[in-house]
């Protein structure tokens, strides 16, 4: 068992930034990939960016590059969102989740297999 908690989200005007957090605790998974997704209402959810633990190689959604950046705490089984210059496009719940390397693709949410509760982000123009 796996748990994912995430937090920073809130309301930004569009070009401010946010970072968001991501705590893991309990049996954690030693080769896994952690992932960013978010759903906006009415829309499916759609892969951010992803971090594969062991090496650190990353991956971003086209939409994102540039703009955000995921990275890691190792001793603090934490990864971090860094978001920039954030447009009202970018309003969503953003979830962080959990794979294992093994087990599928980074940008499927499908082969995650811990999920957190979501936080709030709100872009406004």
């Known amino acids: 068992q796996v748990q994912l908690v995430e937090s920073g989200g809130g309301l930004v005007q569009a070009g401010g930034s946010l970072r968001l957090s991501c705590a893991a605790s309990?049996?954690?998974?030693?080769?896994?990939?952690l992932g960013w997704f978010r759903q906006a209402p009415g829309k499916e959810r759609e892969f951010v960016a992803a971090?594969?633990?062991?090496?650190?190689?990353?991956w971003y959604a086209d939409s994102v590059k540039g703009r955000f950046t995921i990275s890691r705490d190792n001793p603090k089984n934490t990864v971090y969102l860094q978001m920039n210059s954030l447009k009202p496009e970018d309003t969503a719940v953003y979830f962080c989740?959990?794979?294992?390397?093994?087990?599928?693709?980074?940008?499927?949410?499908?082969?995650?297999?811990?999920w957190g509760q979501g936080t709030q982000v709100t872009v406004s123009s």
């Open positions: 309990g049996r954690t998974i030693s080769s896994r990939t």
């Open positions: 989740a959990a794979k294992r390397d093994s087990n599928g693709a980074y940008y499927s949410g499908i082969f995650y297999d811990y």
């Open positions: 971090l594969k633990w062991n090496g650190g190689t990353t």
